[in-house]
């Protein structure tokens, strides 16, 4: 493809950013059926909840690919970029999905280390993500060995979860994980945002492109959605406990 060095949808590295998404969604329609179900509505409405909210997803991730497949992204020239009107969406999908009736639900009724445990997802991400950045497809300041340290909410993940679950973790110990881990994806997206050729932060042989690219731009689109999301219905979810 133009712009990136070339690449296949069937490598494993390159596939991670569509299973990932995809395995998410799965999570989610199983999360809201469950939800709505602990909340004693009735299976038809349950079935509705989790048809609509596939639904949403699957027109969401849709319209992404679609729009970067027809290159849309990768007008940096335009004022402003369209990727920047992407990230702005994202955040407010994000913060609609975590403070709509799905979000109280879920914050409600899945289990606090269920919660956490979904965002290891950022573990095999951000190996894939290194392995971009070895190919030459990502700019190295996005990765573990650059400046995004978001590897460590993957990882931490798991083991706050396994800790919550047991009884041995406390909501003390998933405060303190979420806002680390808010932090760090916070950290990333700047590193993402100063690196497009807008700002080109780090210089101009270190561009921030391939997210405008397929399938990459499922990393904004959904991971770092999910992630985002993910975060503020697990302070839902801590704060209801208290």
Known sequence: MAGLPGYSLLEPSVLTFVLIPVGLVVLLTWGVWAAWRCAGRPPASARLAALTTVAGAVLWLDVT???????????????????????????????????????????????????????SFRLPLELAMHRMAERGIMPP??????????????????????????????????????????????????????????????????????????PFVWLPAALVLAALAGHLIVFRAIARQR
């Open 141 to 214: 300041q996005m990765t573990y060995t650059g400046c995004n340290f978001d590897i460590v909410t993957g990882a931490t993940a798991i083991v706050v979860a396994v800790l919550l679950r047991s009884g041995r973790g406390r909501q003390r110990l998933a405060l303190g994980w979420n806002l680390l881990g808010l932090a760090l994806l916070l950290n990333v997206v700047i590193v993402a945002i100063v690196s497009t050729p807008r700002f080109a932060w780090f210089g101009p042989d270190r561009l921030n492109v391939w997210v405008a690219y397929v």
């Open 65 to 119: 690919w679609s729009l970067a497949q027809g290159g849309v992204f990768t007008e940096w020239d335009r004022t402003p970029p369209p990727f920047l009107g992407l990230v702005m969406v994202i955040v407010l999908i994000a913060f609609s999905m975590a403070f709509s009736p799905m979000g109280t639900r879920l914050s409600a009724f899945i289990p606090l280390w269920a919660l956490v445990a979904v965002q």
